[in-house]
């Protein structure tokens, strides 16, 4: 079974500086997806970014990056230059290449504070 | 870009009664969709697959009986909740995807609340 594990349940940064939100999972596949959403107040999950395992560049998006280390199972995502409209819920998600459903973290609440 | 509606975004039963929740995919054939359920400040646990056509593929735990899933088409499914009881109050979530998640992406419907008193 997959887990994902969020250690850090809330955070905050001011705007303008940079923050990073970790995660980590446990699979015994190789070749897999993870994910980044925000489910900002209007509670809309919304895909921020996605790495596949097989890629060893890590994946950016203008202002988010992710820091993804396969061997220690790590996935962080790095949002730089933070908005007001950054502050939502975090959610890291797990997908197994072939499978269609997500495995989801338990969230970390970003405040970005003006 | 893809939208999913879901509908309603709140809604309060009475115990004991059957509350359907409709999840549509407005602009794309939704071949797979998904309904989770978020608990207050917690993960969103899925619940069932369901793909058009075919019965809904339920996880561990969740009773098939209690949350009937129907996809009838490719772009709506529906969860009703039948004979809620306070303890299925909760925020429910759709998704959708048209094919393979991986490659064409997951698109969430904006959530349901409900409540059952």
């Known amino acids: 079974a997959q887990t994902v594990t969020q250690s850090q349940p809330e955070m905050s940064v001011q705007e303008a500086e940079t923050v990073t939100l970790s995660c980590t999972y446990d699979t015994s596949e190789n070749n897999y997806y993870l994910f980044w959403y925000k489910q900002p107040p209007s509670r809309q999950m919304i895909l921020v970014i996605r790495?596949?395992?097989?890629?060893?560049q890590n994946a950016t998006e203008n202002r988010f990056s992710v820091n993804f280390q396969k061997a220690a199972k790590s996935f962080s995502l790095k949002i730089s230059d933070s908005q007001l409209g950054d502050t939502a819920m975090y959610f890291c998600?797990?997908?197994?290449?072939?499978?269609?459903?997500?495995?989801f973290g338990t969230g970390t609440r970003l405040t970005v504070i003006p | 870009g893809a939208v999913v509606s879901q509908h309603p975004s709140r809604v309060i039963c009475k115990s004991g009664t059957s509350v359907k929740i409709e999840c549509r995919s407005l602009?794309?054939?939704?071949?797979?969709m998904f309904w989770y359920r978020q608990f207050p400040k917690q993960s969103l646990m899925l619940m069932a697959t369901s793909n058009e056509g075919s019965k809904a593929t339920y996880e561990q735990g969740v009773e098939k009986d209690k949350f009937l899933i129907n996809h009838a088409s490719l772009t709506l499914s529906t969860l009703t909740v039948t004979s809620a009881h306070p303890e299925d109050s909760s925020f429910y979530i759709c998704?959708?995807?048209?094919?393979?998640?991986?490659?064409?992406?997951?698109?969430f419907g904006s959530g349901t609340r409900l409540t059952v008193v």
């Open positions: 998704s959708a995807t048209t094919g393979s998640g991986a490659n064409y992406g997951y698109t």
């Open positions: 790495q596949e395992a097989y890629k060893q």
């Open positions: 998600a797990f997908m197994k290449l072939g499978a269609n459903n997500l495995f």
């Open positions: 602009d794309f054939q939704a071949t797979t």
